[in-house]
């Protein structure tokens, strides 16, 4: 895969006009590799992870990226002054390969936890 940027952007504040105060919400945001490439129970290894404040866009820059399944955790802490149904944001990932996108958010409703814990071990690792 090469040298590969994950980021993530919000809308932009000119669609926000009408929200008195407007501030971009913070976000957590990390990125890891499935060892077995299918499940996190296969183990997982921490590629990287930020946790941002008040920017449109964040980036995750990532070098050597080997071929394989990865995850991408997002999950932004919304100003509460942003209505919910412009609660939305991209994800984009920059690189010389070819990146299939698949939204797995309804398997990890359940297992955010499990998730996490996994990826923080796989940080100290």
């Known amino acids: 895969m090469g040298n590969n940027t994950f980021s993530i952007v919000q809308r932009d504040k000119s669609e ?8 971009y919400s913070s976000a957590r945001f990390i990125v890891v590799k499935l060892k077995n490439g299918e499940d996190i129970d296969g183990g997982i290894e921490w590629i990287s992870g930020k946790q941002e404040s008040f920017g449109k866009e964040y980036y995750i820059e990532c070098d050597n990226l080997k071929k394989g399944k990865y995850y991408c955790f997002i999950e932004y802490d919304w100003e509460e002054n942003i209505p919910k149904e412009k609660r939305v944001f991209n994800l984009c990932c920059y690189g010389a390969s070819d990146i299939k996108y698949k939204d797995e958010t309804a398997h990890f409703i359940n297992t955010k936890e499990k998730f996490l814990k996994k990826a923080f071990l796989a940080k100290l690792d």
């Open 16 to 23: 926000f006009l009408d929200v008195i105060n407007f501030r």
